[in-house]
């Protein structure tokens, strides 16, 4: 690995840089590097996802699946980042993902990366939500014992707080680059607290063969040992829980527009965020894992068994303690992934992509893409609707969506750069001659995931065998496959035609003039157009 850092970085190296590629400084370049990492370290959120998807790899595999399913995903997850950062470094733009596939393949390439990533980008931001929503109404639970903790309650929680993240995100970016470095900070401060706490207070611990070695297979497939065949892929189903808590960190590419440096930036945001959120993360699920009172009850618990390990281990007043950590951090995480996700519809829409394309590359006066924030918001809320009737599997699909549109719109571009080869143009900060391997790992390791995450969760939701029931059917094939049939199919018969991929939106005098003319509407307080 290489960065190759100038000894003086001007801003307008940033600027020329984006003219380079084709547009206009529309977006404020308010953040620092460490605001960029804090923006993907924030999204991943081990205080969000290692908690609220925990009963996944506990009822999938056991302790087994949290302790070594989480560093054998880690360690995959760091070569992914690895092989994202240096495409990043070439290309700093928000549209990330959809521009490196469209210049390093064709308007196709960048076409399906485009459309899988921005429909990760909404599961995800939809699952972030709803698992802060389990965890709010359960502290609430607890402070006022009449509010109800049902699916019902879950769901009005979670439009609440997706209605907040609405709100804030029509602020200005300065004020949401400075919450993420507060939340990275929150995340790393509250991860050793809660550990301390937890290693501190409850009066019993589990052995360390019990957290290392100890199986569970909750899902209804036979299979308990490592020898059964059955079990590895049980084992394999509960890696949910950590792939689905280290994703979001194309973050720091869609920030790039408004990070300076951001050729250097992004890319060390992408792989750092990644590396230090393993590490936390780890020690988090450890001393959890190491606290838990009961497997019997953390089995009859559900998607509740943290706060059930918490407050049976210690007490209502520890769990309380420690829930309010986890429900800021949460919140933070929501708020950070509204804003990557708006940044993604924003640039692809400035290409042209998306249906009523002008309306979504349209910028405020604060430079905030208002209407693609709004619209990742309601299309988010939207996809957890099915959660009112059945919250297990709807939480669990979210997941899913989440995890395969996001690796499948970061395996493509990955894959193009690979096949590029030596005629790649290196940024500063680059792989040198181990994208080799490490771009061949990345693509094999996400095609596995994607494989094991579209299977069925239990026997029952089998179409095919005896005792077949929709309520606990996994529907990710359906949806993933519905969408690329939508937008694959819609590609074919018509966007094939018109769409050109990325579009250079002018000379550079050109380009000048758009930002000039966006200076002066913000002085004049009108809408702009992108």
């Known amino acids: ?313 210690m007490s209502t007043k520890w769990a309380e303690f420690l829930l309010v950590i986890a429900v800021v951090a949460q919140f933070f995480c929501g708020t950070a992934s509204v804003t990557s996700a708006s940044r993604m519809m924003f640039a692809f829409s400035r290409d042209g992509a998306i249906p009523g394309h002008r309306l979504w590359s349209r910028v405020a006066t604060n430079r905030v893409p208002i209407n693609s924030v709004v619209a990742i918001v309601v299309l988010s809320w939207a996809l957890m609707i099915p959660t009112y009737w059945n919250n297990v599997v709807g939480y669990l699909v979210g997941t899913s969506i989440a995890v395969i549109g996001l690796y499948i719109a970061f395996a493509l571009p990955i894959i193009l750069r690979w096949r590029a080869g030596e005629s790649f143009e290196r940024g500063p900060w680059h792989l040198g001659k181990h994208y080799k391997w490490i771009d061949a790992v990345a693509v094999a390791w996400i095609a596995l995931i994607c494989v094991l995450f579209l299977m069925p969760i239990t026997p029952t939701g089998v179409p095919w065998k005896a005792g077949f029931n929709w309520n606990v059917v996994n529907y990710a094939p359906i949806t993933v496959g519905g969408a690329l049939l939508l937008f694959g199919g819609w590609y074919l018969i018509s966007a094939h035609k018109w769409f050109k991929g990325p579009v250079r939106q002018g000379s550079d005098e050109e380009l000048g003039r758009i930002e000039a003319g966006l200076d002066a509407v913000s002085h004049g307080h009108q809408p702009a157009q992108a």
């Open 1 to 313: 690995m290489s960065s190759e850092a100038p000894a003086v970085h001007s801003p307008d190296d940033d600027e020329r840089l984006l003219h380079k590629l084709g547009y206009a400084q529309v977006l404020y370049r308010e953040m620092g590097g460490f605001s960029n990492f804090a923006i993907s370290f924030t999204i991943i959120s081990i205080l969000a996802g290692c908690l609220t998807s925990y009963y996944i790899a506990f009822q999938w595999g056991g302790p087994v699946a949290i302790t070594w399913g989480w560093l054998l995903v880690g360690f995959m997850c760091i070569i992914v980042a690895l092989a994202m950062g240096e495409i990043a470094s070439t290309y700093p733009t928000a549209g990330g993902l959809y521009f490196w596939a469209s210049k390093l393949g064709s308007p196709a390439w960048g076409w399906f990366t485009g459309w899988f990533n921005l429909i990760g980008q909404i599961a995800v931001t939809a699952a972030i939500d709803y698992g802060a929503a389990i965890f709010t109404t359960s502290l609430l639970n607890l402070w006022f014992p009449s509010l109800p903790n049902t699916r019902h309650a879950i769901f009005v929680t979670f439009t609440v707080i997706i209605a907040l993240h609405l709100v804030i995100n029509l602020l200005g970016v300065k004020l949401l680059a400075g919450l993420n470095s507060i939340s990275a900070w929150w995340h790393m401060a509250g991860v050793a607290i809660i550990v301390a706490i937890l290693i501190i207070v409850p009066d019993h611990h589990q052995s360390v063969s019990y957290v290392f070695t100890k199986t569970i297979n909750n899902s209804g497939f036979s299979g308990q040992s490592w020898h059964s065949p059955v079990f590895w892929f049980v084992f394999g189903l509960g890696l949910l829980m950590a792939q689905y808590t280290i994703t979001g960190y194309d973050a720091s590419a869609h920030m790039s527009e408004e990070t300076r440096n951001a050729s250097r930036a992004a890319a060390w945001g992408i792989v750092m965020s990644v590396v230090v959120s393993v590490v936390f993360g780890f020690a988090l699920l450890v001393a959890v894992t190491f606290a838990i009172p009961s497997t019997a009850g953390a089995l009859g618990a559900g998607a509740n068994v943290v706060t059930y390990i918490w407050q049976t281990s």
